[in-house]
């Protein structure tokens, strides 16, 4: 009985807390790009694979590594293009 008064006890102190806190769960970046997400995960498991591989492995990754920070420089000067273009655009109008 008195294992199920702590349970109750807990139960009550997490349903008070979930009520009053103001976190939220989920996904909390609301303007980012996913494309860029995606390639900075990326770059990072590539370049922590790269420090820890070694011989024809670490040379993969760092090969990878290099392009997928290429890859994510050519999405983000397509980015910028894209905007200063819609921008100039919506100002014409």
Do not use: W
């Not at 009985?1 to 349970?7: E, K, Y």
């Amino acid at each position: 009985m008195h294992i199920l008064s702590m349970m109750l006890a807990m139960k009550h102190t997490v349903i008070c807390l979930m009520e009053t806190s103001t976190f939220h769960l989920g996904y909390p970046r609301k303007d980012t790009c996913s494309t860029c997400d995606e390639l900075v995960l990326k770059i990072q498991y590539a370049e922590l694979k790269a420090a820890e591989g070694s011989g024809e492995d670490q040379q993969q990754y760092k090969e990878e590594h290099q392009n997928l920070v290429t890859e994510h420089d050519l999405h983000k000067r397509r980015a910028e293009i894209f905007y200063t273009t819609s921008e100039s655009s919506s100002k014409a109008i």
